[in-house]
């Protein structure tokens, strides 16, 4: 079965769910631990800009050169000439999804200009995901867009929604054919912040980008089921562990586009518990020290799943970070954290949350919009100082491997973590209903 079909199966099944065609007694309940279901998704991430190396001109090679961030990207972890050996390494984990983004600025170096060894390149990365038995997912926007819409305003100019639209309409008639699935924009709200942060986008100008962002999605939706009838269709949601905050940002853009969104995507990565202030350590790049707690996920796709009903869920991103070293403070490993977070996900199929596919971020180490010192890799690559770019497992691999050839983690696991006392992920209710493990 292709991919594609079975994102379809998964999100029918899901209906039918909703639908109250299946009566309580027919659901399991959190004793037992459902395998992932046949039409369940599960996949590996990557972007343009943080992997391929050979960057055009674009906002963000910009930051990158003026010393705007920590660190220079350089040639990232080289995808641009390592594609081929990368998705046969994400085939080989047993993944059935390969995310990756189209660089505007690789293939569009000016207006009105495409460029043929742009798309060539991109051309063959599509065949060798589709040929490897894996679906695209296609990032249209991975928040870099190219030097001369920069020069021209970038999105303090309303116009430049306009040519996002021209750009993600040209990619999808081009690569309809594999039947991908598509993530117009990559965390819209981050975007925003971090071009006020970065100095791409004037604070007065939040709503102009905000507004140009939820019109073009709009626009690229259609645009996408023109084309391809049965596409899945996201913009992934940033979910920020922050009581208070996180539901006055899913009114931001999900609300706004939720009648274009096949699913909701969303990204979680940290968790946040009463005394416990080390998920701030994510502000400041330390991502290692934050804060883990796996049943995080359970509590984020529960409350999404009672603020957008009727719609499934799809985890476009999830990962642990470690130092360089491979380590964290709280020793936490890869594929614990991988199995513990795998656990959850069958724990709210269990609970007829409509979770429908996973993606784990990202199959190699790369650039983290700054710095390379972060590692979220299933395969490790020290960009700095080692000129031979190669690929080493952690244990996450086997793990990977394991949960993908199994369908999921068995009904004896256990997470090698015990839920917070009370998570403030999704407070109140995450406090007032904590979840346990039997």
Known sequence: MRPSAAIAIAVTTVAVLLGGTATASARPSAHDLPRLPAGFSLGVATSGFQVEGDNRDSNWLRYSDSGRVPERVGRAVDFHDRYAQ???????????VFRFSVEWSRVQPAPGRFDPAGWAFYDRVVRAVVDAGMQPMITLNHWVHPGWEVD?????????????????????????????SWVTFNE?????RREVTLGGLAPSAIGIM??????????????????????????????LPIPGVEPFLEDVFPARTRTTLDVI?????YSVSAGDVSASAAATGEFWRASQA?????????????????????????????????????????????????YWLQRAIAASIPVVGYNYWSLTDNYEWGAYTPRFGLYTVDATTDPTLT?????GVAAFRRIAADRGVPNGYRPTRAPVACSLVAAPDSCVRPVTVP
């Open 86 to 96: 990368d998705i046969a390494l994400a085939r080989a984990t047993g993944a059935t």
């Open 265 to 269: 995507g969303v990204d979680q990565y």
């Open 294 to 342: 796996p049943e995080a996920m359970y509590l984020v796709l529960r409350r999404l799943s009672q603020r957008f009903p009727g719609i499934p869920l799809y985890v476009v991103e999830n990962g642990l970070a470690t130092d360089p070293s491979g380590r964290r403070p709280d020793g936490y490993r890869r594929s614990d954290h991988l199995r513990d977070t795998v």
């Open 152 to 180: 021209r305003g970038g999105w303090n100019r309303p116009g430049m929604a306009d040519d996002m639209v021209a750009f993600g309409e040209a990619v999808i008639d081009r690569y309809a054919w594999a039947r991908p």
């Open 210 to 239: 905000t507004d140009g962002i939820v019109r073009a999605h709009r626009a690229l939706y259609r645009h996408v089921h023109a084309r391809q009838r049965d596409a899945v269709v996201t913009s992934n949601i940033a979910y």
């Open 391 to 395: 690929r080493r497992p952690t244990d």
């Open 188 to 192: 819209p709200t981050e975007y925003v």
